[in-house]
């Protein structure tokens, strides 16, 4: 599963300690979604989407290959 923070984070200008804080996770959880070694919670998810203003599914790029 790929996502967009990393690349939303950057356009607004945000550190991964500034999103970490703002969503309740440490700067390594950031660090480790952006570089997809990590999947989050839905909570988590729905953290994200919401600081963004997107939809779960704007934010996170589910393929065919991920629902398996």
């Given amino acids: 599963m790929r996502n967009r923070i ?3 984070r950057r ?3 945000v550190t991964q300690e500034e999103l970490g ?3 309740g996770v ?3 959880t950031i660090i ?3 570089n997809g070694r990590y999947n989050a919670s839905l909570l988590l998810a729905h953290r994200l989407a ?3 203003g997107l939809a779960i599914e704007e934010l ?3 393929e065919e290959e991920d629902v398996t």
């Fill in 26 to 28: 440490t700067r390594q």
């Fill in 11 to 13: 356009e607004r200008r």
């Fill in 32 to 34: 480790s979604l952006e």
């Fill in 60 to 62: 996170f790029l589910f």
């Fill in 6 to 8: 990393a690349e939303l």
């Fill in 21 to 23: 804080e703002a969503v």
């Fill in 50 to 52: 919401r600081y963004f």
